[in-house]
């Protein structure tokens, strides 16, 4: 792996192990948040203190588990369809535990009946997420969003937000995406395939970064919105495009 892709993957694991759920990107603040700690964590030495965590996140007619044992990415997440539940391991009736391949990683956040998951770890400046539909259980969509730590690098504010107008809820966010060539060593040619392929306006070409080599293929970081429908459909907007190497 470059040492590049090596500095991503240690700045993906810091930051997804954070707690995401933070009103500044807009979702709703749970009722009631109860942290349940249920010992030492296996894989640690005791003088390490690394506890067992199930953490229950309650809201009105829902609530959203998270056990955590210390590793990278939770044990498993849950949706349980009642706020009546109890804080515990034991899952009840109608419960959708979500772990690795359907999707593992931490709980980021719920706006209205959807609930926003985070990756364990990021790749190529991303941070992958998904959205469920709490009342089925059902993924709706999954994407890459710019990582916390290239938001401060860049002095970026606000990189993902989710609101809701009228009934309807839209999130915004920098996508990181492959683009399938070499923005920095074909320019034109890809920016053009870059363009057709995502909808991007823009037509000046972004300046690349951190290249060491020209043979590394891009990924392009671009503003996009989504609406939170049955079927999401990403939109690309306005705004700062950033190009640099995968990982």
Not at 214 to 225: C, F, G, L, N, R
Request: aromatic share 12%; glycine share 8%; charged share 25%.
């Amino acid at each position: 792996m470059k040492l590049f892709g090596v500095f991503l993957l240690a700045v993906g694991s810091l930051c997804a192990q954070t707690d995401r759920a933070i009103p500044d990107e807009g979702f709703d603040e749970p009722v009631k948040k109860t942290v349940v700690d249920l010992g030492p964590s296996p894989y640690y030495r005791p003088a390490q203190h690394v506890r067992k965590k199930l953490t229950c996140f309650y809201y009105s007619t829902f609530a959203v588990k998270q056990y955590d044992e210390g590793q990278k990415g939770a044990e498993w997440l849950s949706i349980v369809p009642s706020a009546n539940s109890g804080c515990g391991l034991t899952h009840s009736e109608g419960e959708k535990v979500l772990t690795w391949p359907e999707w593992g990683g931490y709980f980021r956040g719920v706006k209205g009946a959807f609930a926003i998951f985070d990756a364990p770890d990021g790749e190529d400046g991303g941070l992958p997420f998904a959205v469920f539909d709490v009342r089925t259980g059902r993924k709706l969509f999954e994407d890459s969003s710019l990582l916390d730590y290239y938001e401060k690098e860049l002095h970026i504010k606000k990189s993902f937000h989710i609101a809701e107008t009228d009934q309807i809820i839209r999130l915004t966010y920098l996508r990181v995406v492959r683009a399938g060539c070499n923005l920095k060593a074909e320019q034109a040619d890809c920016w053009n395939k870059v363009r057709a392929k995502l909808g991007i306006a823009q037509t000046a070409i972004p300046v690349c970064s951190r290249y060491e080599k020209a043979d590394w293929e891009s990924a392009i970081v671009y503003p996009v919105s989504l609406l939170l429908t049955e079927s999401p459909q990403v939109k690309a907007e306005d705004g700062p495009i950033y190009c640099w190497p995968i990982d």
